[in-house]
């Protein structure tokens, strides 16, 4: 069983702190550890993953508040005019979102950035010690997993989902990713998550301030987690001068395989997992965060967002971000148009191994993910 004093004590251990100055995080971690005793039936090596990730998130916290008390110049950081990429999973935002990220004029937050974000060291110049133990945590859940590797594009210098930035405030969907609790899903998504996302914009604050350190001078970020789609309130609220790109494909192709994706995350930490039952979990989930996301755009923000169709992303790259910069009023410049052909050719789909999977292996049929996602696809879905 985990236990919430443990996981602090574990953490306060760890940092060598004597407490936390913000704690209001405390319901929200408390919540979540029952949700993971009472639901997940988490075997062994399920417990001793959740345990560690959840005090290493503690850990993160406490090292966070020590770098603002050290350098309260970082609270001056503004966070403006921030592009963020949404849309189903596998709808192509991490490619999208990665080649962005190729134009030096823009901010993105790195995997080994989301995962630790505190420096370990105040020495800006050399070698960031915090690649290498993201490195191995990447080969451990490749090795724990394979089938990842042909899911989702696995780097830990890579840009990444500020969903991992999200998860230290202890109201993320990631908990959901390696570990089956649909009563505690549910649960959270009754829950007010501007805790969530102003301590988001800290994070990101203490991000573009490591950043500039580095010497990076880009002035907006370019951001991606399709968890936006289940809080667009929230993410206007507090970036308010946020342009969004949502992508969109046929439900048919996405949701059956990120199905499979999250059996393949949850399977090492339970013997009880039901594959069907995750999956269907996580189409309602992607249902209701769809529902959201076009009610919010219905309610008079519609003009913030700009549609992508996953297969023009695909076909003609070049006039997909063309048209994305036209939008954002971003400049593009030849020699970011450059750097991200560059990286779409070192980071072609043909380079990771093929990803199979089986719609009736999942619970699911074609026929029913058509009627579940009707309204989507009547708006959304090309014909």
Not at 98 to 117: C, K, N, T
Not at 138 to 160: F, K, N
Not at 291 to 311: E, I, N, P, V
Request: net charge negative.
């Amino acid at each position: 069983m985990l236990n919430t004093d443990e996981l602090i004590s574990d953490a306060l251990t760890v940092t060598r702190c004597d407490g936390f100055t913000d704690q209001r995080f405390m319901e929200h971690l408390d919540s979540l550890v029952v949700g993971l005793n009472r639901e997940a039936r988490l075997n062994e090596t399920g417990i001793g993953f959740h345990a560690s990730r959840l005090t290493d998130l503690l850990a993160n916290r406490l090292r966070l508040e020590h770098w603002v008390a050290l350098h309260p110049d970082i609270l001056k950081e503004k966070i403006s005019k921030p592009i963020v990429v949404i849309g189903l999973p596998r709808t192509g935002t991490t490619m999208l979102h990665r080649s962005i990220a190729a134009d030096a004029l823009l901010l993105a937050p790195l995997w080994y950035e989301v995962r630790q974000p505190s420096p370990l060291n105040a020495d800006f110049e050399q070698q960031d010690d915090r690649i290498p133990i993201a490195q191995e945590e990447v080969r451990a859940m490749l090795e724990a997993s394979p089938e990842l590797a042909a899911i989702h594009p696995m780097d830990a210098i890579a840009p990444d989902e500020e969903i991992m930035l999200l998860e230290h405030a202890f109201m993320s969907t990631v908990p959901e990713c390696y570990a089956f609790m649909p009563d505690y899903g549910e649960q959270l998504y009754q829950r007010d998550q501007s805790d969530a996302y102003d301590y988001l914009y800290l994070q990101l604050q203490f991000l573009q301030w490591q950043k500039r350190k580095k010497g990076l001078t880009g002035e907006r970020w370019v951001l991606k987690t399709p968890h936006h789609l289940h809080y667009p309130e929230h993410l206007f609220r507090r970036f308010p001068d946020a342009v969004v790109i949502q992508t969109h494909r046929h439900p048919v192709e996405v949701i059956p395989s990120y199905g499979s994706m999250m059996a393949a995350l949850a399977s090492p930490f339970t013997d009880h997992l039901d594959p069907i039952a995750m999956a269907q979990h996580w189409a309602k989930k992607w249902q209701s965060g769809l529902a959201r996301t076009r009610a919010f755009r219905d309610s008079g923000f519609d003009d913030r967002y700009f549609d992508l169709w996953f297969k023009a992303s695909v076909s003609d790259p070049e006039k997909t971000i063309e048209g994305i910069y036209d939008f954002t009023g971003q400049t593009l410049t030849e020699a970011a148009m450059r750097e991200m052909a560059r990286w779409r050719e070192m980071n072609a789909r043909e380079g990771r191994p093929e990803h199979h999977y089986n719609l009736s292996d999942y619970g699911f049929t074609s026929a029913g993910i058509e009627q579940q996602f009707a309204d989507y696809i009547s708006r959304h879905v090309e014909k």
